[in-house]
């Protein structure tokens, strides 16, 4: 079975400071990792995802995170955010079989001016 | 535009009368899914589909119904609503393998 912990419920930060997300998350299989944003009054969007390979993954709009196996860690991070990013941001993990997705309860992140 | 489709966006409704919430993607995905949305919750799994005819329970499947009689629908019947069924509810498709999933825009139900 799978679990995925997301450590903070709400992360106020000012505009243009750096920010990360907190995920760790539980398996006993091998996982695939994903980051989701929603934006408010609409569904989720895939961010980024951790599938194999390179341990940093990066987004289109500046964020990246980073698969730490022995910390079973896959924070989000930017180093600059903007008013448009605040949203609510979920982790997510499934096993490599693709199957089954199990979500995170959600970071609301508020950037302020 | 590759999409996932729900409707309707609002509903309510009066305890113990069934409906359904439509879903319809046009990306000829396999897997499809019913998420619920609550606050402090995440997203919960009800039902999930790997193909046609093909459906299992996720991990709050208790008084939901669905059926995958075409691979494009996936409609969420809900015979007899209850209040505890209030919530925001997303449908979701991906295709086999790792690809992470397009999500409908959400369908806001309230139970009185």
């Known amino acids: 079975a799978q679990s995925v912990t997301q450590l903070d419920s709400q992360v106020p930060v000012f505009e243009e400071a750096p920010v990360e997300l907190r995920c760790n998350y539980s398996s006993s299989v091998s996982v695939y990792l994903f980051w989701y944003v929603q934006y408010p009054n609409q569904g989720l969007q895939l961010l980024l995802k951790?599938?194999?390979?390179?341990?940093l993954v990066e987004s289109i709009n500046g964020f990246e995170a980073e698969f730490n196996k022995s910390q079973t860690s896959f924070h989000l991070r930017k180093p600059s955010v903007h008013i448009s990013d605040t949203a609510e941001y979920f982790c997510a993990v499934s096993g490599t079989g693709g199957f089954k997705t199990i979500f995170g309860a959600g970071t609301r992140l508020f950037v302020k001016a | 535009e590759a999409q996932v489709t729900q409707n309707p966006r609002y509903l309510i409704t009066v305890t113990g009368k069934k409906l359904t919430v439509t879903c319809s993607q046009n990306?000829?995905?396999?897997?499809m899914s019913w998420y619920r949305q609550d606050p402090g919750l995440g997203l919960r799994q009800i039902y999930y589909s790997m193909n046609v005819e093909v459906t299992d329970k996720g991990d709050v499947p208790e008084g939901y119904k669905v059926s995958r009689k075409e691979k494009r629908n996936f409609p969420l019947i809900l015979e007899s609503p209850s209040p505890n069924q209030t919530s925001l509810y997303f449908c979701a498709s991906k295709p086999w393998g790792d690809y992470g999933y397009t999500f409908g825009s959400g369908t806001r139900l309230t139970v009185v």
């Open positions: 951790y599938l194999s390979g390179s341990t």
């Open positions: 990306m000829n995905h396999e897997y």
